[in-house]
């Protein structure tokens, strides 16, 4: 009897708990919550470390970073269903900084509830924005003027800034190298990427995804196409690449440079 007993209260925790997982899985998505984009700088497989970390390129040059800054801008959420969320401009401009405490994570809010298998970003300031004018950049030109990130308004926002020192077999000495992206002539040099996704990036309103994002740095140089800084080193006084054929090169190269490493759904 005891037996016949334990055997029909199992049936019905075991049908309670189909029902509930069924339910579960058939509970509607709905609501906002939020998702946070980290970049982590690196140089080839290693961590970066500014300024001490020698990073020895397929040309035989050795650079030690000092600095490292890129925009971040219109960024696209896609879902699982190919559905895709646009998130608002007016909010998706941040600055990357290596050195800042606030340069590595940002918070996109009010993101509908749903399964988040890719992200789409440009890397740098889209043309239509800049051609807005001054007075149509919103916080962001105060912003990135601050940071460094600009020339002048009449020559455009910096995408990314690249800098350090490099020393290579014709070069023995530490030299200096800037590389710096953006508006230059007919060029505008701005760059959109998108990334898989290794797992879904589940936001909900009780769930805070944290895309982990690597940036190699080696790929500024040293991708696709392949820059010599000592090639560039004009009269001996550095490479300063912010104009010329190199720029498009580079720009071909940044677009290469992310990858998700992994997704925390917490």
Aim: charged share 20%.
């Amino acid at each position: 009897m005891k037996n016949t007993l334990y055997r029909a209260l199992a049936i019905v925790t075991l049908s309670i708990s189909i029902i509930s997982c069924s339910n579960d899985d058939n509970q509607e998505i709905s609501g906002t919550g939020k998702i946070i984009l980290e970049f982590d700088n690196a140089y080839g497989a290693n961590d970066l470390i500014l300024n001490t970390q020698g990073n020895t390129t397929s040309n035989n040059e050795v650079l030690k970073v000092s600095l490292v800054k890129y925009i971040i801008s219109n960024v696209v959420l896609t879902k699982a269903d190919g559905t895709t969320f646009v998130y608002p401009k007016s909010k998706s401009y941040f600055i990357a900084d290596e050195t800042a405490a606030d340069g590595h994570e940002f918070e996109l809010t009010d993101v509908p509830a749903g399964d988040y298998v890719k992200v789409k970003f440009g890397i740098g300031v889209d043309e239509e924005q800049w051609k807005l004018g001054a007075s149509g950049q919103g916080d962001f030109l105060a912003k990135a003027d601050a940071a460094g990130m600009m020339w002048s308004w009449a020559a455009g926002y910096k995408f990314l800034a690249f800098e350090g020192t490099f020393t290579s077999p014709t070069v023995t000495t530490a030299t200096p190298f800037m590389i710096h992206t953006g508006k230059t002539g007919t060029d505008y040099n701005y760059t959109e990427v998108t990334l898989d996704m290794p797992t879904k990036a589940l936001v909900r309103t009780t769930i805070k995804p944290e895309v982990h994002i690597i940036t190699d740095l080696s790929k500024i140089i040293d991708g696709t196409n392949k820059i010599k800084l000592s090639d560039n080193n004009a009269n001996g006084m550095g490479a300063m690449i912010m104009s010329g054929t190199n720029l498009p090169l580079i720009t071909q190269n940044i677009n290469a440079m992310f990858r998700v490493d992994h997704v925390h759904n917490d």
